[in-house]
């Protein structure tokens, strides 16, 4: 590096496919002091949603790399690019299959190399959860530093004893707060009229998102409700199996499915609930922006509470679709007043701003240590 540019640093995100592990780093990309901090980076070659303009626009690179899938070529080429690229600092995002790129890191030498959880896991995904527990073991292995998006993340990957630092899915807390001319503005594009009961939904369309529940938990409020909508926010593999169970449910014209949208902060102003019943969550992102916006938030017992920023959140089983309908049917009529009152401060933690600089600072200090 010459004198006067910035450090690089290599983010290894794996596959880019619209999600909240890409959503946070692009955040956090967002927010840094690029003229210290540049972000490269290393993509499987199978992604789908790479924002390759904007992250070249504000200064940063992409490479391709073989999916991790293929796992002695995708070390291979991992480890020829730390050598040819020379990045002192690499940042991997893929929770327990961090042990392949960091394993490939030391093997070329790269002297910062951070683990990140985002994740844990749940229930019903058993070929998934076996290497997860096997790659477990080799989580502390690799890295000189651990990070983790909650505490929960961090003892799952890391175990209880080890030490990790907790960094914030920080998102900029104006683009979510609650604005009365932008909900009208929201509503009238998607068709909502009057007091419609909206209960909107995002994530990507995979079995941790568990929608075949949520559609469940929707076919019981729509028996209880004439004016209830569901909005679902997301594509993903398991779109279509979504579509197929409303149309068995006969609920085609009471669900929005919505795909992927790049204006998500303009959506939670036209709902009026918000639902997560994932089979687990590191920290969900989602849930954050939600009570941002000033939303009651349902979600899942498997969640951590680390989450419930404004002690508001309700945290339910899955085991019982009409437990969350009584939750839905049981809210107060839509307050205006409730969802202005929301403060920043009590998401400080979350303000991108401060955290930008936190991790800014963060990486200027390991790269001055070695």
């Avoid at 995100?13 to 690029?34: C, P, T």
């Avoid at 419609?196 to 559609?215: D, E, M, P, S, Y």
């Avoid at 049917?329 to 202005?340: A, C, I, K, M, V």
Wanted: aromatic fraction near 10%; include cysteine; proline fraction near 3%.
């Amino acid at each position: 590096m010459s004198q006067g540019e910035p450090i690089r640093v290599a983010q290894v995100v794996g596959k880019m496919l619209g999600g909240g592990v890409e959503a946070v780093v692009m955040n956090y990309y967002r927010h840094i002091d690029r003229s210290k901090v540049q972000f490269d980076f290393l993509v499987d070659a199978d992604s789908t949603l790479v924002p390759r303009d904007e992250i070249e626009s504000l200064g940063g690179r992409v490479f391709e790399i073989p999916p991790y899938q293929h796992v002695a070529e995708y070390q291979r080429e991992l480890q020829r690019l730390f050598k040819q690229e020379g990045w002192k600092i690499v940042h991997s995002h893929i929770n327990a299959l961090s042990v392949f790129p960091l394993r490939a890191a030391k093997k070329a030498g790269v002297p910062v190399r951070i683990a990140h959880s985002h994740s844990t896991s749940g229930k019903g995904e058993y070929a998934k959860n076996a290497l997860k527990a096997v790659l477990k073991t080799q989580s502390n292995r690799y890295p000189t530093h651990r990070f983790a998006c909650s505490q929960f993340a961090g003892e799952w990957l890391f175990g209880k004893a080890a030490h990790f630092e907790v960094v914030y899915n920080a998102i900029d807390l104006d683009r979510f707060r609650f604005n009365a001319e932008a909900r009208a503005q929201a509503r009238a594009d998607l068709g909502l009229v009057g007091d419609q009961l909206a209960i909107g939904h995002v994530g990507r369309f995979t079995a941790q998102k568990n929608h075949a529940f949520l559609i469940d938990v929707f076919a019981e409020v729509a028996k209880r409700r004439d004016d209830a909508v569901l909005l679902l926010v997301g594509t993903g593999e398991a779109e279509a199996s979504a579509k197929s169970l409303v149309d068995e449910r006969g609920l085609t014209d009471r669900v929005m499915f919505l795909g992927q949208r790049s204006d998500v902060n303009r959506l939670y102003q036209a709902f009026d609930a918000f639902v997560l019943p994932s089979l687990y969550e590191g920290l969900c992102l989602v849930g954050v922006e939600a009570q941002v916006s000033g939303l009651p938030c349902l979600l899942s017992d498997a969640i951590t509470r680390e989450v419930d920023v404004t002690g508001e959140c309700k945290f339910l089983p899955i085991d019982s679709p009409a437990v969350w309908a009584d939750e839905i049917d049981s809210l107060l009529p839509y307050s205006y007043e409730g969802r202005l009152s929301i403060s920043s401060g009590q998401f400080a933690d979350y303000n991108i701003e401060l955290q930008g600089k936190q991790l800014t600072y963060k990486y200027l200090d390991l790269y001055s240590r070695n």
